[in-house]
């Protein structure tokens, strides 16, 4: 039976996610992340909900979003969003960057048979650097950006290590035929909620049951800590059919855009 809708929208609207090396800036209107040198993009809006006009708030972000120098800025159009606002953003020159469905899941009821894996696919949870630079080096094969610099990637391995112990989430890396082909990661958030994140795999070795093994690891994982709703946003054209076959029902759809940004004015 599918979640009450409006429980997985809170769920959703309280998934904000940047790394504690970005440089966040908001408003009540809206959440502003200049990303490190090594994302994909590195200025992003994450969070964009008026608490008035619309047009002064899209103006007032974009005012502050060039002041950075950069070249673009990456816009997302969250679940909730105005309904208006990906109409404004393409005619600010925006591009269609990537739709995510969003998807989720009743841990309550048990984890649900995930499908057929490949026997040589072996998964690894995240302790060490080494893992954690494996599964960096999927993510930005798949994703894009750049592996982060070794001081970064050891805080972000120990600090795995220490959340998965704590049951507040971990990482995982896929292993086929002793390669690293896969990885993905979870998240427990303070409402239980078991957020499931950058799960990817290879080109090469899709087809073979690596996303299913990392998601079912992950499920396994969020049931044991009690969670009783998974959430993942995943891409429409490629995770979105598998999680809908694994039981995951669709609640919407998110969108991204990359817009230019002109001179700062003064």
């Known amino acids: 039976m599918p979640l009450d809708a409006a429980r997985v929208r809170e ?11 970005a440089a966040p800036l908001q408003t009540d209107d809206w959440l502003l992340v200049k990303f490190p040198e090594y994302a994909e993009h590195e200025l992003s809006v994450v969070r964009f909900h008026p608490t ?33 606002l990906d109409e404004r953003l393409l005619a600010l020159g925006g591009r269609p960057e990537e739709t995510l469905d969003v998807l989720a899941l009743d841990l309550a009821a048990g984890v649900p048979d995930t499908g057929r894996v ?19 080096e999927v993510f930005v094969a798949v994703f894009g950006g750049e592996v ?35 990885a993905a990661g979870l998240t427990v958030a303070d409402d239980g909620t078991s957020r499931l994140w950058s799960g990817a795999v290879l080109p090469h070795a899709r087809g073979r049951g690596v996303y299913r093994a990392l998601l079912g690891a992950r499920l396994a994982y969020g049931a044991e800590q009690g969670s009783p ?23 919407g759809e998110e969108r991204s855009y990359l817009l230019p940004l002109g001179p700062a004015r003064a």
Not at 11 to 21: L, Q, R
Not at 171 to 182: K, M, R, S, W
């Open 118 to 136: 490949d026997a040589a696919v072996e998964l690894v949870w995240i302790d060490d650097v080494e893992t954690l630079r494996a599964a960096h």
């Open 229 to 251: 709703l998974a959430l993942v946003k995943g891409r429409v054209e490629s995770s979105g059919p598998i999680l809908r076959r694994c039981g995951f029902t669709a609640y």
């Open 148 to 182: 982060p610099p070794p001081a970064r990637l050891e805080v972000e391995a120990l600090q795995t290590s220490i959340d998965r112990r704590a049951g507040l989430g971990g990482a995982l890396v896929a292993l086929l035929d002793g390669e690293p082909v896969g």
């Open 11 to 21: 769920a959703c609207a309280a998934w904000t996610w940047f790394p504690d090396d």
């Open 52 to 84: 008035g006009s619309t047009a002064d708030a899209l103006a007032s972000v974009l005012a502050q979003a060039r002041r950075t120098r950069l070249p673009e800025l990456l816009f997302w159009v969250r679940l909730g969003a105005e309904p208006d």
